[in-house]
């Protein structure tokens, strides 16, 4: 079991010589996107969750330059300029983005440097190629080589390829170069899309980050009323599994979103997971989770109960 008293919390981000721990906070929340998530955070309570993150046990953020228009990493670095530097060993990963259809090599120098000043950091140690599966691929080799060459002019520490649809990213990283992935809402209590896609990633000795281990919320809050898994409508056997799931971990005294982030955390070839906070309540909350003990007859219980991959986001050949 994975914890912050424990000896495996901090780990090596693959071969890029960094060391994070196994939970990552998510930046995503803090840009105050109520369109999105269905409620607000205010700037102020989202600087005040950064420093409280800050003193916490988790040692890295994950944000993108396209979080709220950039407000995120405003935010994260307004928190950092109020403390008078981000705390020693903490790390803060970013994500260059599109402007509207705009992914040139021009694009992702100047989403390089919006970020840094946002976030008020010289450098970047970690930036990723976000979402480009939602643009053409032969056409993104420009910006893909611009983030190299980023990393090679020592603008950036490294780069890492970030997004969802499994079969468009494992056609990134046969490009090569990438150091980190992330994949998310493909790894899950309900999902095991990105599969095939982690094995390839380790083969080539990234490190993999999960992101959106709850579906989008359906797996945190199971009886909040929604009805969508990854940003779309979930299939009634989805539906069903989550309820089943929900019902066992009740059984047991668990909720469903502690089994859910020990499913992530927990596995091996996972070095970080990447858990969206928008309350200081929620580290301590998942501090908690973390150090419970989950019955390994209610681990077997939830893996039976996982739906037929036919119904995964990418389940289908």
């Not at 969802?164 to 209590?189: A, Q």
């Amino acid at each position: 079991m994975t914890s912050p008293s424990g000896n495996d919390w901090l780990r090596p981000l693959g071969s890029t010589g960094l060391t994070v721990s196994a939970v990552c906070a998510g930046g995503a929340l803090l840009a105050g996107m109520p369109e999105i998530f269905g409620y607000d955070v205010s700037r102020a309570d989202a600087v005040a969750l950064i420093d409280r993150v800050f003193d916490g046990p988790l040692t890295w953020i994950d944000t993108s330059n396209g979080y709220g228009d950039g407000e995120s990493e405003s935010r994260i670095g307004q928190a950092i300029a109020e403390r008078g530097g981000l705390p020693e060993g903490f790390l803060v990963a970013t994500k260059v983005d599109a402007q509207g259809d705009d992914y040139s090599g021009a694009r992702v120098r100047a989403s390089v440097a919006e970020s840094k000043e946002r976030l008020g950091l010289d450098r970047l140690p970690l930036v990723y190629l976000h979402d480009p599966e939602f643009h053409d691929f032969d056409r993104m080799r420009d910006a893909v080589d611009t983030l190299m060459q980023l990393r090679d002019e020592g603008a950036i520490g490294h780069v890492g390829l970030a997004g969802g649809n499994v079969r468009e990213l494992s056609r990134y990283l046969e490009l090569g170069g990438f150091e980190v992935l992330l994949v998310h809402n493909r790894w899950s209590l309900v999902d095991h899309s990105a599969e095939e896609l982690i094995q390839k990633a380790l083969s080539a000795d990234l490190a993999v980050i999960n992101a959106a281990i709850y579906g989008g919320g359906i797996l945190a809050n199971p009886q909040g009323g929604s009805r969508k898994y990854g940003y779309r409508d979930a299939p009634a056997a989805t539906l069903e599994a989550v309820a089943l799931m929900d019902k066992a971990c009740r059984e047991y005294g668990i909720d469903l979103a502690t089994a859910a982030l020990q499913h992530s955390v927990n596995d091996p070839r996972i070095t970080g997971t990447v858990i969206g906070i928008s309350k200081p309540a929620r580290v301590e909350r998942l501090i908690t989770s973390l150090e419970s003990e989950i019955p390994r007859e209610l681990q077997d219980r939830l893996t039976e109960l996982m739906p037929d991959k036919q119904y995964w986001l990418e389940g289908t050949p």
